[in-house]
């Protein structure tokens, strides 16, 4: 603890084009533009499946699949796939977006889906007999009541990604995991263990962000009917 204290509490550490701030912010960018593709993605694709009820196996498929990807050896391959094709720090920074996009993608999906698979039946056919079309229905109530598991899965989308992105280091990019990978480079443990706290911070830092704005933006008089471990339940088969 005294090392990670002497560390933080150096200015010299806090200013620079390698400082603190400047990798706080670094990281805050990978995981912004990661969550807002994800979001492009996942949100309307999962919206879209709960609504209709096609594609509810890829979906099963697709999360699970996409879950079980080996986030460090993606991102080498696609580096080496990548690099040569892009110049300067996009044949670094494509790939690693590309691969924080995959993890970020399933709970995002997950969220969208069972939000909109968990409206109660009766609301649907209450819309539809006051002549709402099928758009209308999912703009005006499918949504709506979707909002607390859509930002659910946002959330958990938002502290994976912030905790991986520290990967993008080991590709000679930015960010907190720059202190990770310096750390280690000239077994300064102090950095290691104070650029890891720093990224633990900042996740819940985040999450409380995420938090208010969800308190904002959902009714108070919409309550989760369905849960983390529920749409799990929801996403993989039961073996029996």
Not at 1 to 18: C, K, Q, R, Y
Not at 72 to 94: E, I, T
Not at 173 to 193: E, H, P
Request: hydrophobic content about 55%; some cysteine.
């Amino acid at each position: 603890m005294s090392l990670i204290w002497a560390w933080l509490a150096d200015p010299a550490n806090w200013t620079g084009s390698d400082g603190i701030l400047v990798r706080t912010v670094e990281h805050l960018g990978y995981a912004g533009l990661t969550l807002l593709l994800s979001a492009l993605i996942g949100i309307p694709l999962g919206l879209w499946i709960g609504h209709t009820g096609r594609g509810r196996l890829v979906v099963v498929n697709l999360v699970n699949g996409m879950r079980s990807v080996p986030t460090l050896g993606l991102l080498f391959v696609a580096v080496l796939v990548l690099g040569p094709r892009l110049g300067g720090d996009l044949a670094f920074l494509a790939p690693a977006i590309i691969v924080l996009v995959i993890l970020a993608i399933p709970p995002i999906l997950a969220g969208a889906y069972a939000g909109v698979d968990s409206v109660d039946p009766a609301a649907r056919d209450a819309a539809r007999g006051m002549g709402m079309r099928p758009f209308d229905v999912l703009i005006r109530v499918e949504v709506p009541c979707a909002l607390p598991l859509i930002f659910s899965g946002l959330r958990s989308a938002a502290l994976q990604v912030i905790a991986t992105a520290t990967l993008a280091a080991s590709v000679s990019l930015g960010g907190l995991g720059r202190f990770l990978i310096d750390g280690q480079a000239y077994r300064d443990y102090g950095q290691m263990a104070g650029g890891a706290l720093l990224v633990a911070v900042l996740a819940v830092l985040v999450d409380l962000v995420f938090a208010a704005v969800q308190r904002a933006a959902v009714s108070p008089g919409l309550v989760p009917t369905t849960s983390r471990r529920s749409i799990r339940k929801r996403l993989v088969p039961d073996p029996a």
